[in-house]
C-alpha cells in the first residue's frame, strides 16, 4: 500500500490558537505531545528545537508545551533527533519518552526496538513516535547555497519555509520569495534518492501537508497506542478533525500519486546503485512495493 498499514486517515488542525500561529500546517505535532505531555502519557519528547544559528535545528528535550511551542515549525534540514533519545533516558531519567521524525528516523527507532544494541533501556521507553512526511531533505550547506545564493534571501530574514505546489518558499514578511522546486534539484542527500516511505509508515502517528488545505494537517493514526492517543486528544477537544472525503482537497488522490512517485523513482535508483555494486540499506525492497 502506498500510504502502509493505518486505522484512521483524517484532515485535522490544532484547535489552540497559539499552536496555529507557529505551527507548519495543522499543528498537530505539537498539540499531540502536548497533550501527551499533560495526560503523564509521556514525560518529555525530543524534537527539533532552535539552535544558536538560524535554521540550524538541535534537538531538545521538551519537558512543557512552551518547549514545544519554541520547536513548532519545519526545518528543511536534519535534526537528528534519534541522538537525543538516549539523553532523554539516561541524563534526563525520563521513563515515558515521545520523539518526532523523518520516516527514515523513524525507521531507524524501530530498528532500534526490535535490535536494541546498546540501547535496551531506551527502546522500551519510547511511547509516542509522530512521523512526519517526507519527500526529501537537505544537508544545511545546501539549503543556505540555495536560499542565499539561488534565492537572493538572508536566512537570518527567513521567518518560515515551506513547500507546496511545486515550489519553495522562503517567508520574509514583505514577500513571498520562491524558487521551482526543480532548482532545488541536485541539493537534496543523497540518501533520499533511494528512500523508499514518503509517509512515515511505521510512526504511531503520521502527519504532513500534502492533502488537505493550509492550515490543515493530513494524519494517519496507525498503532492502538497512536489512534487511542489521537482519539483522546480530539475527545479533549485540543485537535479538530474532519473526514477525509470529496469535500477535503486536495485530498488523497494527491498524496497517492506523491507516494507512488517517490516509491517508484527511488526504486529505480536504488536498482541503478545495484548494478554499480553500491549498497541499499537493508528492508528498503518491502517499502517499495504497494
Ligand atoms: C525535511 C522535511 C520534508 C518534508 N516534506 C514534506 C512533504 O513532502 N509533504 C508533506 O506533506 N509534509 C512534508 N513535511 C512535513 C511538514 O513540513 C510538517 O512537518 C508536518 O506537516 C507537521 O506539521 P505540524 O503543523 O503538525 O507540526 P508542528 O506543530 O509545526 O511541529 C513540527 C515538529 O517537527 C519537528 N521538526 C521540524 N523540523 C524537523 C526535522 N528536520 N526533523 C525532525 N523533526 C523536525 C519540530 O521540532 C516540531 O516538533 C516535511 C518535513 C520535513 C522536516
Ligand atoms: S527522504 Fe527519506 S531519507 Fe531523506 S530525510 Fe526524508 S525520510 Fe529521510
Redesign the pocket.
Known sequence: MEFGNYKEVLCARATDSK?QE??????????LFSYALEEGIIEGAV???PSDEPWV?KPVIAMSKED?ID?????????P?VWALKEAVRQYGLEKVGT???PC?IMGIRKMQVYPFSTRFVADKLKLLIG??????FPFASLETFVEEKMKVNMDDVTKMD?GKGKFFAYTGEEDNKIPLKQTHGYEQASCNVCPDYVAELADVS????GTPDGW?TVFTRTDDGDSIFKAAVDAGVIETKPMDENVKPGLGLLSKLSKGKKDKNKKEAERRIKMGLPIPAGFDNFYKY
Open positions: 499552536i507557529v505551527s507548519q500546517d495543522g499543528g498537530i505535532v505539537t498539540a524534537v527539533a528545537g535545528p514545544l520547536a513548532a515549525g519545519t526545518k528543511y534540514t536534519h535534526s533527533n518526532v521524525g523523518t528516523q512526519i512526511f517526507c519527500m526529501e531533505n513547500i502527519t504532513g501537508s500534502v494537517s
